[in-house]
């Protein structure tokens, strides 16, 4: 990662894109301290945050999702994503699974109902999570990372799995989080997706940002255009 800067605002989606090695995932692990940042300035609402741990990250505002399911798959849907409203207690994750806390378990887990009947899965409380399709685990993952009441939100293909219909209440769920204030990150792979409803595009080739602009500008830009395609006429 060299010389990448990039500013996402509240109310605004930011899609991020790049050919595969492009260094996407490992811009959302440094930014969330999943990786330590060996130089360089994360900041959140101003403040520097790239020497903080993930887990003081994320109760500063920022929720993220991973581009493979991580999810506790012989538990029920309800208690993985209450296992992200964690962050909102005051008791830890161990407390919240052991239900030590009558009091903090029944707001934990009524937070994660409301979550996950923001993302249409209201229907599937008590299903074990393992045994979702891939498109609705990856919902569930959106449903926990909300739990967490962030500012922001860090989405690694997120439309990876879903079928058509899925995608567009994806897309529509998207659209009223940015509505509600929230600052969105995307990367994506599913460029039909992501052309629709993203503000701006960052794309990144070898590490670095290689362009910025509106979906319509990137789609016509040499620069992007020679990274996938591997030149232009």
């Not at 101003?46 to 798959?73: D, M, N």
């Not at 109902?113 to 959106?142: F, K, M, N, P, W």
């Not at 070898?206 to 232009?232: D, T």
Request: contains cysteine.
């Amino acid at each position: 990662m060299a010389d990448l800067s990039l500013r996402l605002d509240a109310g605004r989606i930011l899609g991020l894109i790049g050919p595969n090695g492009a260094g996407k995932s490992t811009l959302f692990n440094l930014v969330s301290g999943v990786l330590a940042c060996d130089g360089g300035e994360v900041r959140l609402q101003g403040e520097r945050i790239e020497r903080s741990r993930a887990r003081a990250i994320a109760r500063r505002g920022l929720g993220r999702t991973f581009q493979h399911v991580h999810l506790v798959s012989s538990m029920s849907v309800l208690d993985n994503v209450a296992l992200g409203a964690h962050l909102r207690g005051r008791k830890g994750t161990l407390a919240a699974m052991l239900r030590r806390d009558r009091a903090e378990e029944a707001m934990l887990l009524s937070e994660a109902r409301r979550q996950l009947e923001r993302v249409g899965l209201g229907a599937h409380l008590h299903d074990s999570a393992g045994s979702l399709a891939l498109g609705q685990q990856r919902l569930v993952e959106i449903a926990r990372a909300l739990a967490g009441d962030p500012l922001v939100l860090l989405l690694d293909e997120p439309a990876a799995g879903l079928r058509w219909a899925e995608k567009q209440a994806l897309d529509a769920l998207l659209r009223r989080l940015r509505d509600e204030g929230l600052a969105i990150l995307l990367v994506e792979h599913d460029m039909e997706f992501v052309m629709g409803l993203v503000d701006r595009l960052v794309v990144m080739d070898f590490g670095q940002k290689i362009a910025e602009g509106p979906p319509a500008e990137m789609q016509r830009h040499p620069a992007v255009l020679e990274a996938y395609l591997g030149g232009v006429e």
